[in-house]
């Protein structure tokens, strides 16, 4: 689906008049082409801030930053002509809110000198859960950069985006799913991900032996592959080496064929509410493979009404297939012994919804089958661990589909509109988020929501 207001105002008199009037201009992304990998990570020298008490785990950053041959500065002077291409700032230690401060302004200072597409990356640590014991300061010197990582990225303009990764007590900056998640976040794959804070909860996990291949060796399944999200998420899986099986219903056959003809993967026709899916799934999967490593509960419908106008078939249909399936294929797939295999670790990703987080008027069965997917993936986090795993979703915001195209022109071009980026993402954008998840260096991250969102206003 093209977006024609980005196209008509991202140059010339429309550019200049849209700017005149106030108008949004969304910025065209920087993101990954399906079919290629994206290098040089970052569009620019990266500086490396932090405060006072976090130098050393600072340093540690930097030293992991120029291992990618990544031009790593720590003074936030730069030639006048000079673009940042991404800033971390390191606040693992940070004991009080005002501490904040330096490594704050020093950014603030830079902001005007980052290039189109840049990143900003917090790393810093979580608040303690209500009712636990500690130092007040600490807890608000880690609450606080959540809203000032929030906030910073409601700033930010021409594409450029900030996110932060929340190391738990006694994970290292060096954790290989702390390196992992900066890369993501510094690189073009996280162009649709904005003023999100993603939890690395465990050192698990280790680097690929090869970065542009991490998931080579893996086998996965992506349930409604045919088209939209899933047939990207093929792609994308594909591209970074995973063997892949598709399924779709049968009344999408031909695309789906032409989907995995071009991934060289294996079609496999199937509704996924039958009862017997994820056994079929396994059966195809083991035939042709040996093993079955990542699961992508992709497929999904819409059923929109407002809840006055609601029927049995609306709301019962919707939920066999956003969140029965799931759940009943999990009763397989999560068994310890059933994903994995030489090498490979299970990964288990589920397709959630900003609508299932913040709700949707008109979607009280879908935002309800949603939500359901997000208490699943935190429920099932602990199997996944002992099984060696994880399970994780990611929850879509406004993305250009087939599915968003039967959304009415007005209410499809505010969606568009209400977020950060000022456009809807591709679904390029939410595959790269699941292949990181599915990735050996996202093995720390289990039972997170990570949303593809480009930050939208609802919900946040
Ligand atoms: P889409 O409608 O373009 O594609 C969905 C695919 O799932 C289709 O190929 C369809 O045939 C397949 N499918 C539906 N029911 C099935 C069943 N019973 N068995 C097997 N396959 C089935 O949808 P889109 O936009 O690509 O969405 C993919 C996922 O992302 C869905 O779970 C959706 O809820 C979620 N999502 C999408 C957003 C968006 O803005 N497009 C936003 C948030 C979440």
Redesign the pocket.
């Known amino acids: 689906m093209s977006d024609k207001y980005l196209d008509l105002v991202s140059g010339g008199l429309p550019a200049a008049l849209a700017k005149k009037l106030g108008l949004p201009r969304p910025a065209r992304l920087r993101r990954t082409d399906p079919s290629s990998v994206d290098v040089p990570l970052a569009p620019g020298p990266v500086l490396v801030l932090s405060d006072p008490r976090s130098m050393g785990d600072a340093d540690a950053v930097a030293e992991g930053l120029l291992d990618w041959d990544v031009d790593v500065r720590r003074d936030a002077r730069l030639g006048e002509h000079g673009r940042w291409g991404g800033v971390v700032v390191v606040l693992t230690r940070l004991a009080h809110p005002a501490e904040l401060s330096e490594p704050a302004l020093a950014l603030g200072s830079v902001l005007r000198q980052l290039a189109p597409g840049a990143r900003v990356v917090t790393l810093s640590r979580p608040a303690p859960p209500a009712g636990q014991d500690g130092d007040p300061a600490v807890a608000a010197a880690r609450q606080g950069v959540d809203g000032f990582l929030r906030s910073l990225a409601k700033e930010l303009r021409a594409g450029a985006t900030a996110n932060g990764l929340v190391l738990g007590d006694g994970v290292g900056v060096a954790a290989p799913s702390v390196r992992g998640g900066l890369r993501f976040l510094l690189s073009a794959r996280s162009a649709f991900v904005d003023g999100q804070l993603l939890a690395v909860g465990t050192d698990g996990g280790h680097p690929p032996a090869d970065w542009a291949r991490p998931l080579a060796g893996s086998v996965a399944v992506v349930?409604?592959?045919?088209?939209?999200?899933?047939a990207a998420v093929a792609r994308v899986l594909a591209r970074d080496g995973a063997q892949v099986v598709g399924?779709?219903?049968p009344?999408?056959g031909e695309?789906l064929a032409a989907v995995m003809n071009e991934v060289h993967g294996t079609a496999l026709q199937?509704?996924?509410?039958a009862p017997d899916a994820a056994e079929r799934i396994l059966a195809v999967a083991r035939a042709r493979y040996g093993h079955l490593d990542i699961v992508v509960h992709?497929?999904?419908?819409?059923r929109d009404k407002l809840l006055a106008n609601m029927t049995p078939d609306r709301f019962d249909g919707l939920l066999a297939?956003?969140v029965t399936?799931p759940l009943r294929m999990n009763e397989t797939f999560a068994v310890p012994g059933t994903l994995g295999g030489p090498g490979t670790s299970p990964r288990i990703i589920s397709?959630?919804?900003?609508?299932g987080i913040a709700g949707n008027r008109g979607q009280t069965n879908?935002a309800t089958a949603?939500a359901g997917i997000i208490g699943m993936t935190r429920s099932l986090a602990p199997a996944l661990a002992q099984a060696g795993g994880t399970v994780n979703a990611v929850?879509?915001?406004?993305?250009e589909?087939?599915?968003?195209a039967t959304i009415p022109p007005l209410p499809r071009q505010i969606s568009r509109r209400s977020s950060s980026l000022q456009q809807?993402g591709q679904?390029v954008d939410?595959a790269e988020a699941i292949a990181f998840l599915a990735s050996p260096q996202a093995g720390g991250i289990n039972g997170q929501v990570l949303r593809v969102c480009g930050q939208l206003l609802v919900g946040q």
């Open positions: 349930t409604g592959a045919a088209r939209g999200i899933g399924v779709d219903v009344a999408a695309s199937l509704d996924i509410t992709n497929a999904g419908i819409l297939v956003n399936a397709l959630a919804s900003t609508s879908y949603k929850a879509p915001g406004f993305i589909t087939d599915m968003t809807g679904p939410v």
